[in-house]
Nanobody, 116 residues
Framework: VQLVESGGGLVQPGGSLRLSCVAS????????IAWVRQAPGKGLEWVSN???????SYLDSMKGRFTITRDNAKNMVYLQMNSLKVEDTGAYYC???????????WGQGTLVTVSS
């Protein structure tokens, strides 16, 4: 059972990236998956969720810029990030919720750097 992220990289302010998270050992269509990020020198910050029923939620500052989606056939979850800002720089992790809405399974993360 694991999650593996990809898609990070260097992008200029105002640019876009799409992060991918492939799951193995469980089915994303019935799971609640989160994207969580960590800026350099700071703590973890929740970004977005996608739930088993396909509904989504976002941190207020991400609304309108970030979109979380899911491809059930590929067992993958994505985070489309548009209008990126320097402060979006950090490591981005996908994680699976377990009982009591704790994040029980984490990927290794993918690094996003927004810089001119």
């Amino acid at each position: 059972v694991q999650l593996v992220e990809s898609g990070g990289g260097l992008v200029q302010p105002g640019g876009s990236l799409r992060l991918s998270c492939v799951a193995s050992g469980f089915t994303v269509s019935t799971a609640a998956i989160a994207w969580v990020r960590q800026a350099p020198g700071k703590g973890l910050e929740w970004v977005s969720n996608i739930y088993g029923d396909g509904s989504t939620s976002y941190l207020d500052s991400m609304k309108g810029r970030f979109t979380i989606t899911r491809d059930n056939a590929k067992n993958m979850v994505y985070l489309q990030m548009n209008s990126l800002k320097v402060e979006d720089t950090g490591a981005y992790y996908c994680a699976k919720y377990g009982d009591a809405w704790s994040l029980e399974l984490w990927g290794q993360g993918t690094l996003v750097t927004v810089s001119s």
